[in-house]
């Protein structure tokens, strides 16, 4: 399990990510990993991408693998390279398909049932758009879902995967399951929907992107407290890391685990 969040408002884009990886034997727990990078820079594009779900492909880590990636972006193959001064983010997201899934998901893990989904949130700014944007992307054995989730027109929104049920109770002040407990004693699930949805959100667009960068690290840093006091093994645990774009600043780290000296990253 692990817990990412893109939240975007008016002034730009904040994107957050524990460090826990859960190692699995057999379908028995085996260990966590706490130092799994899971926010990654698209260099040199004011964009980012985060990464849940399965966390290896051929033998290597997803971030380990986006290095290759981001070659390619910067290349002059003109069925990779992304011109920075002329790009979309759904030219992004086509690129991660396209290496994620065509090269390396699909011909190791495709028509396996027992394969695990690999998820992207990748999210920031297209050419000369004043407002950011955030995709999700999925892979799985039967293929790719792609959809873009906070278009720019949104004045916020937020967008969260891995142990959701922390920030669900945060953000809105109740459970998931109260729908369906809702539901079972009685209530048309139009009106528990309509009910449940008059609850005033934390979040509105008017946020300053700083206050955004605390926001994010508080719903993370609550969920690895829920999963701590929670029963089984720690599948969601710190240290976080933190990014803001901003459409002068582009991508900018707030907070990153460093294992080796702090200036030689770059």
């Known amino acids: 399990m692990t817990i990412v969040v893109a939240l ?33 820079h698209v260099k ?14 051929k033998n290597r880590s997803v971030s380990s693998l986006a290095n290759d990636l981001r070659d390619r972006l910067k290349s002059d193959d003109p ?8 790009f979309t983010v759904e030219q992004v997201v086509d690129r991660f398909r396209k290496f994620y899934f065509d090269e390396l998901y ?27 944007e955030v995709w999700k992307m999925l892979l799985t054995p039967q293929g790719v879902q ?17 142990e959701r049920e922390p920030i669900q109770r945060v953000l809105f002040g109740y459970s998931r399951q109260i729908e369906e407990r809702l539901t079972q ?5 139009s009106v528990a929907q309509t009910l449940l949805a008059s609850m005033e959100p934390l979040i509105n667009g008017a946020m300053p992107i700083q206050d955004a960068v605390d926001m994010v690290h508080y719903l993370i840093e609550v969920t ?20 803001a774009i901003t459409k002068h600043n582009g991508f900018k ?14």
Do not use: Q
């Not at 040199?44 to 492909?57: C, E, K, Q």
């Open 8 to 40: 975007k408002v008016g002034d730009g884009l904040v994107m957050g990510a524990d460090s826990a990886t859960t190692l699995s034997v057999s379908n028995t727990y085996h260990n966590t990993y706490l130092n799994t990078e899971k926010l990654m």
């Open 44 to 57: 040199g594009l004011p964009v980012g991408a985060l990464t849940f779900g399965a966390a290896m492909l």
């Open 79 to 86: 069925n990779w390279r992304i011109d920075p001064t002329g």
């Open 106 to 132: 699909e011909p190791e893990l495709g028509g396996r049932e027992d394969a695990a989904p690999l998820g992207f949130i990748i999210g920031g700014y297209s050419s000369g758009s004043d407002s950011a």
């Open 146 to 162: 792609a959809e873009k989730m906070v278009p720019p027109e949104a004045p916020w929104d937020c967008l969260w995967e891995g």
């Open 185 to 189: 004693a009685g209530v048309d699930r």
């Open 224 to 243: 690895c407290g829920y999963v701590r006091f929670s029963p089984g093994p720690s599948t969601v645990a710190k240290p976080i890391d933190l990014a």
């Open 253 to 266: 780290w707030v907070a990153r685990k460093h294992y080796y000296p702090a200036g030689l990253n770059s």
